[in-house]
C-alpha cells in the first residue's frame, strides 16, 4: 500500500500501473487539473508539484521526543510529468490547488498578480509551486537563489522579470502561512505513515536489501529506479509501458549520506538535491557542473546512482567520478562487492552490473586541499542540457612538478572515459611549461574518435577537447588570465528566452 497525504487527506493506494506517472494520477483520478501536461520530459516545468517530507533529523526526533516535535518539514518540487507513485510514499503531496485559504489567494499568488507575472497562465501553476517551495525554506533568497528555484519552469509569453520580482518580493517578506500552522500536525501523520509497512501489486517498493534481491529474482526483467527522471521518458516520449517495476526509494542504504574519514559514501538513491551541500562542501570544483546538470525540480527526483547505472556517454557526473577516482559500491543480497569508477563502464550502456545485483553507494575519496580540480561541460544550452563534450581534470602538483593527473571525459566515446596517458606521460614535468601544454594537447588530440551527432561533430568534440585543456592549462597557471565559468543571465522586461532544456 502506498500511502500520503493529499494536501490533508490520506490517501492509500495499493493497485495502479506500475508506469502511472503523478501527472496522470492527480488530472485523471482526481481531477486536479491547475497540474499541466507541457513537454511530458521534465523540461518546462507546468507540471511542477510540490513534495512535504520529513528530514531524517526530525524523525529521529520524533522516535525520542515524540511530543516535542519541531516543525520541519521539507518542501521540494518535483516534476510530476516523470514521476511515479512510489515517490509519494510518507510524504504530502501539494497542487496548486491547495495553496490558498479559504478564499484567500497563498501569498506567492497574490505576489504573482501584484507583479503581473502572468499572461496566458499555462506556465503559471508551475512557477506558483516552485515559488511556494521557495517560500518555505529558512534562508531569505537573493535574486541568484531565486533565479536557482524558478529553473526548469519555461514562460513564453509573459517573460521572467516580473515573475522574479514577484518571487524575490514575497520570499522576503515572508509570514506564516497555513502550512505552517499545521506543519506539526502533518510531521505527525507523515511519520505514522513512514512507520507502516509499504506493498503493491506491479509497483515494487522493497525495504530491505534482502527484500530487493528477492524482488530482483522473482522479477529479473523488471527495471529498477530511484528518482524515475531517466526511465519515465520511455512512458511518456516513447509509449512504453512496464508490468513491473521495482522503486528503490524506500531502501534504507541506499539513502544514506555518510562523511567518512577518507571520503562521502553517497547512497546510490539519493537525489542530487539531498546531496549537493555536502558534495559542494568537499568538492566545490563541481558547483558548476551540478547547477548545469538539471532544473531544481529534476535534482530533487534524480540521482547519483542512477545517473552512473544508466551508463550513458554524456551522462554528467561519470567524468567527475573516473577524475575523483570514485567507488562502485555493488550488492545482490547476499554479497557486496566494489568496483572502481575505472573498469564500472564496460561498452555503450554496459557497466560491470551483474544482472542480480544494483548499485548500494558511491563512494568518492576526499583529494589534497592543493589539487588542481576543474570540471567543464560544453552544451548547445547553458544549463538543464544534455553534454556535448564533458571533461574533469584533478591534477596534483608538487614544487611545481606534476606528480599525478586523473581525468574523466564525456561525450567523445561510446562510455564515459579516462585518458591514462595524461598521467604517464606528464608526470615529472613542469606544470607551468608550455612542454606539459603541448604534450597534453597531442594526446588529447589522438584519445578518442567521437562520432558525429545532432549535438556537436568529430571534428568540433576533438577541437573542444583541447580548448578545454588550454583553459585548464591557463586557469591553473596564469592568476591574471583566470576565466569566468559562470555567467549569470539577468532577463530582460521582454525576455523569452530559456536556458533549460534536457536532463538526462
Excluded at 88 to 117: A, C, F, R, W, Y
Aim: aromatic share 6%; with cysteine.
Amino acid at each position: 500500500m502506498i500511502s500520503f497525504l493529499l494536501n490533508n487527506k490520506k490517501m492509500s493506494i495499493a493497485q495502479a500501473r506500475a508506469d502511472l506517472t503523478l501527472l496522470e494520477y492527480l488530472r485523471e483520478q482526481q481531477n486536479l487539473t491547475g497540474t499541466k501536461e507541457g513537454c511530458a520530459s521534465g523540461d518546462c516545468g507546468a507540471c511542477t508539484v510540490v513534495l512535504a517530507e520529513v528530514d531524517d533529523n526530525n524523525r529521529a526526533i520524533h522516535n525520542q521526543f515524540a511530543n516535542d516535535l519541531e516543525n520541519k518539514l521539507e518542501y521540494r518540487t518535483i516534476n510530476s510529468c516523470v514521476t511515479f507513485l512510489s515517490a509519494l510514499h510518507g510524504k504530502q503531496l501539494i497542487t496548486v490547488e491547495h495553496l490558498p485559504d479559504g478564499k484567500d489567494l497563498h501569498p506567492v499568488q497574490q505576489s504573482m498578480i501584484d507583479h503581473h507575472g502572468s499572461q496566458c497562465g499555462f506556465c503559471t501553476p508551475g512557477f506558483i509551486m516552485s515559488m511556494f517551495a521557495l517560500y518555505h525554506q529558512a534562508e531569505l533568497p537573493d535574486r541568484e537563489a531565486v533565479i536557482q528555484a524558478l529553473s526548469g519552469n519555461l514562460c513564453r509569453c509573459t517573460g521572467y522579470r516580473p515573475i522574479i520580482d514577484a518571487t524575490l518580493s514575497v520570499c522576503q517578506n515572508k509570514r506564516s502561512d497555513k502550512f505552517k500552522k499545521t506543519e506539526i500536525e502533518i510531521v505527525k501523520r507523515l511519520n505514522d505513515i513512514n512507520d507502516s509497512v509499504i506493498s503493491t501489486n506491479n509497483l515494487l517498493i522493497p525495504t530491505s536489501r534482502q527484500a530487493l534481491a528477492a524482488a530482483k529474482a522473482q522479477y529479473p526483467d523488471a527495471n529498477v529506479f530511484a528518482g524515475s527522471t531517466d526511465l519515465a521518458l520511455q512512458v511518456t516520449q516513447q509509449l512504453k509501458s512496464f508490468d513491473k517495476l521495482i522503486a528503490l526509494s524506500a531502501m534504507p542504504d541506499l539513502n544514506q549520506l555518510v562523511e567518512q574519514d577518507h571520503g562521502l559514501l553517497i547512497g546510490a538513491a539519493l537525489p542530487f538535491g539531498k546531496i549537493e551541500a555536502s558534495l559542494l562542501t568537499h568538492f566545490p570544483q563541481l558547483s558548476e557542473l551540478l547547477w548545469r546538470f538539471a532544473a531544481t525540480p529534476i535534482r530533487n527526483q534524480a540521482s547519483l546512482g542512477g545517473n552512473v547505472a544508466n551508463g550513458s556517454p554524456i551522462g554528467d557526473m561519470p567524468p567527475a567520478l573516473l577524475a575523483l577516482n570514485a567507488v562502485i559500491h555493488l550488492d545482490d543480497g547476499k554479497q557486496r562487492r566494489k568496483v572502481v569508477a575505472s573498469e564500472f563502464f564496460l561498452d555503450y550502456r554496459k557497466t560491470a552490473l551483474k544482472t542480480s545485483e544494483w548499485i548500494e553507494a558511491i563512494f568518492i575519496p576526499f583529494i589534497h586541499r592543493s589539487n588542481l580540480v576543474r570540471a567543464y561541460k560544453v552544451s548547445k544550452r547553458y544549463e538543464d542540457d544534455i553534454s556535448a563534450v564533458c571533461a574533469v581534470f584533478n591534477l596534483h602538483v608538487i614544487d611545481g612538478k606534476i606528480h599525478h593527473i586523473d581525468s574523466g571525459f564525456g561525450g567523445v566515446a561510446a562510455i564515459p572515459a579516462t585518458v591514462l596517458e595524461l598521467n604517464t606521460q606528464l608526470q615529472g614535468k613542469t606544470w607551468s611549461s608550455s612542454e606539459a601544454f603541448d604534450i597534453g594537447k597531442e594526446i588529447l588530440k589522438q584519445a578518442f574518435t567521437p562520432l558525429d551527432d545532432v549535438r556537436a561533430s568529430k571534428t568540433y568534440r576533438i577541437a573542444m577537447l583541447i580548448n578545454l585543456w588550454k583553459r585548464f592549462w591557463l586557469e591553473t597557471n596564469h592568476s591574471s588570465q583566470q576565466i569566468e565559468t559562470r555567467v549569470v543571465h539577468i532577463p530582460s522586461l521582454n525576455d523569452e528566452s530559456t536556458g533549460k532544456h534536457r536532463h538526462a
